[in-house]
């Protein structure tokens, strides 16, 4: 006998139904509180409430660099016209130098009324942080910063030099920004073992990716001078239009034999052509045309020039060629694919916190690590997912955000604490002795 009438039944169940709601919103609440006080996080809270839309820093790199000082950070500002850049540095022992590079600006975060949340707000919402420039890059930037506070808590001063570079001109120009970190640091004879760029090289989750290197490209403008003369008799003329077609047809047509493991083949497009005003009964004697060369490291750009030179001359020797907008090409691995010892910390780090292999990738456009790669012998790109940067909710799961801090924490661990490193595996060999 059941001594409940069905509706008493309902309620019980309700009410049950209720507790285990109200006790799975207390449990959520507590993880979410767990992240939220968590410092990386309340880091990345503060970076991104500055509204630093590029190249405009609004004193984010000001307040950052007030939070080195603590730590005992030698800080310089660059500024550069409206660009702000900041080169903080910390250990004195510059037999080993590392740095880490980032931009605290970020694009405009568009009409705010498709947002979720405020862009300019964190915001935690279902285990994922909202917020303009929450992935590209100032979560990074909070992550390294957490790391290496975290660090020299625990370790005091690194035994290595580290270094941190920022602009505010990374989204944007890119002329005042690490491109006059880097000039400014050439003079002052600095240059890096390592450096580490914040930018999000992640896919589906943190690590899963690196960028171990990048195209370079240069862009090239061609003059082709012909003969002018009537339509009517061009036995009497030359006409730089159809020499122009002989010779674009002759340079999409060429191999470029140089391959490079990781890296996509080298490409040429055309971008303009050029004959100038016309007149229909006239052969034009003039041709401009513009092109740019995306090419691996196994060319060099005076290599690129000669063979583009050969091309056009087997059709012509009337010609000018300039190049502008050079940006090299930079690669963390040798010709023999060995990789860098950064490299290798990097994946190792990444492999015994996570427990997988990052894919190696040199996809994309051009990025700032071009500038430091004259300056370091190697670079290399490790951040949160791209997939929401630049869009309307960008946003990173808080999870992938910590995880990011302690690959950080322990990549720079080893890099900057060497000593301490031999000394934790000797202990190590010693616990499995035991
Ligand atoms: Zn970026």
């Not at 992240?35 to 309340?42: E, I």
């Not at 957490?146 to 941190?164: N, R, S």
Request: glycine fraction near 6%; charged fraction near 20%; proline fraction near 4%.
């Amino acid at each position: 006998m059941n001594d409940f009438s069905s509706s008493t039944c309902f309620e019980l169940v309700s009410e049950a139904l209720e507790d285990i709601e109200a006790l799975h919103d207390e449990l959520q609440g507590i993880d979410e509180d767990k992240h939220a006080s968590h410092r990386v996080v309340d880091i990345a809270r503060q970076l991104v409430a500055f509204k630093s839309v590029t190249p405009d820093d609004v004193g984010c790199q000001l307040w950052l660099a007030q939070e080195l000082r603590t730590l005992g950070f030698s800080i310089k500002h660059l500024p550069v016209r409206d660009v702000s850049n900041l080169v903080a540095s910390i250990g004195n022992n510059s037999d080993a130098r590392f740095a880490f590079l980032g931009h605290t600006d970020v694009v405009p975060a568009g009409s705010t009324q498709d947002w979720q949340f405020n862009p300019f707000k964190l915001t935690e919402h279902n285990g994922c942080l909202f917020a303009r420039g929450i992935a590209d890059m100032k979560g990074a930037i909070a992550a390294f910063f957490c790391a290496i506070e975290a660090l020299v808590t625990d370790f005091g001063v690194p035994e290595k030099e580290l270094w941190l570079l920022l602009t505010s001109d990374e989204e944007g120009e890119a002329e005042h920004g690490t491109k006059r970190i880097a000039h400014f640091l050439k003079q002052q004879r600095i240059a890096f073992d390592f450096t580490l760029v914040g930018e999000p090289s992640s896919e589906a989750h943190v690590a899963d990716t690196l960028k171990v290197g990048r195209r370079g490209a240069l862009s090239f403008t061609v003059n082709l001078h012909g003969k002018s003369g009537h339509v009517a008799y061009p036995q009497k003329a030359t006409n730089a239009i159809h020499l122009a077609q002989n010779i674009m047809q002759a340079l999409l047509s060429k191999d470029w034999p140089k391959h490079c493991d990781n890296f996509d083949s080298t490409t040429l497009q055309f971008t303009h052509v050029n004959s100038g005003d016309f007149v229909d009964n006239i052969i034009p004697s003039q041709c401009q045309l513009n092109f740019n060369i995306r090419y691996t490291p196994a060319y060099d750009e005076y290599e690129l020039v000669e063979l583009v030179r050969e091309t056009i001359e087997e059709h012509t020797l009337n010609y000018a060629l300039t190049t502008s907008n050079p940006c090299q090409p930079y690669y963390c691995l040798n010709n023999d694919e060995i990789p860098s010892p950064s490299l290798a910390i990097v994946c190792d780090e990444i492999n015994s916190q996570c427990h997988f292999t990052p894919k190696l990738s040199t996809a994309g456009g051009t990025s700032d690590g071009r500038f430091i790669a004259e300056i370091s012998t190697s670079v290399l790109e490790l951040g949160l997912v791209n997939k929401t940067i630049h869009q309307v909710n960008e946003h990173t799961k808080t999870s992938d955000l910590i995880q990011l801090q302690q690959l950080y924490y322990g990549i720079y661990k080893r890099l900057l604490y060497p000593t301490l490193h031999v000394h934790s595996t000797a202990q190590d060999e010693l616990l499995q002795l035991r």
